[in-house]
């Protein structure tokens, strides 16, 4: 039951982390995509901290908290770093 919450609230949180600062820096599919990864690591390691098994364990609302945060600074982190990449392509003059 866990990972599932955790998929869907990784895209949950790619997405909306797109609506804010870094909503131009990655497509809607990527940070929806950046957003499952980081949420099903992140919520790893909060069951793996209270030693609890992610397949068998019940909906645990620390991991699910713990996968929404991780998500986010996935998506975050990802999205500025290749965030400057596509302002240094700009054209002289522009």
Do not use: H
């Amino acid at each position: 039951m866990n990972v599932v919450a955790w998929i869907v609230l990784g895209a949950l949180a790619g997405y909306l982390v797109g609506i804010g600062p870094w909503g131009e820096a990655s497509t809607g599919v990527e940070r929806i995509v950046l957003g499952v990864v980081g949420a099903i690591v992140g919520g790893y390691l909060m069951l793996a901290v209270q030693g609890g098994d992610p397949l068998v364990a019940a909906l645990n609302l620390e991991a699910a908290a713990g996968a929404v945060i991780f998500a986010t600074i996935t998506v975050g982190i990802v999205a500025t770093v290749t965030s400057g990449d596509r302002t240094s392509r700009r054209t002289p003059g522009a």
